[in-house]
């Protein structure tokens, strides 16, 4: 089991760049793939990024391909969110999520941090 603690979400003006951190707690950080995940308001979630075990694969949604890039560091059991040219699009609540093998599904995620807000203004 692994718990999920999100951080590094604010209020940025368009065209800015901000980097999300998810800490995971537990000896298997390693054992997952892991995810982010992105909601606002009235909207369905959406896929954003996904991350092999290794970190030697990602998938991207189409939203952000170019912009985001997703990483981890299995020694520090954390996973980022590097996002820049932020659009007020992009507003929305992120979550990072942990699974068994690298994908865009949310339902095949067991494990969800709590979420951070980030907030693009235009």
């Known amino acids: 089991q692994v718990q999920l603690v999100e951080s590094g979400g604010g209020l940025v003006q368009a065209a800015a760049s901000l980097r999300l951190s998810c800490a995971a707690s537990?000896?298997?950080?390693?054992?997952?793939?892991m995810g982010w995940f992105r909601q606002a308001p009235g909207k369905e979630r959406e896929f954003v990024a996904a991350i092999s075990l290794s970190g030697g694969s990602a998938y991207y949604g189409d939203s952000v391909k170019g912009r985001f890039t997703i990483s981890r560091d299995n020694a520090k059991n954390t996973v980022y969110l590097q996002m820049k040219s932020l659009k007020p699009e992009d507003t929305a609540v992120y979550y990072c999520?942990?699974?068994?093998?690298?994908?865009?599904?949310?339902?095949?995620?067991?494990?969800w941090g709590q979420g951070t807000q980030v907030t693009v203004s235009s």
């Open positions: 537990g000896r298997t950080f390693s054992s997952y793939a």
């Open positions: 999520a942990a699974t068994v093998s690298i994908q865009s599904w949310s339902s095949e995620y067991a494990y």
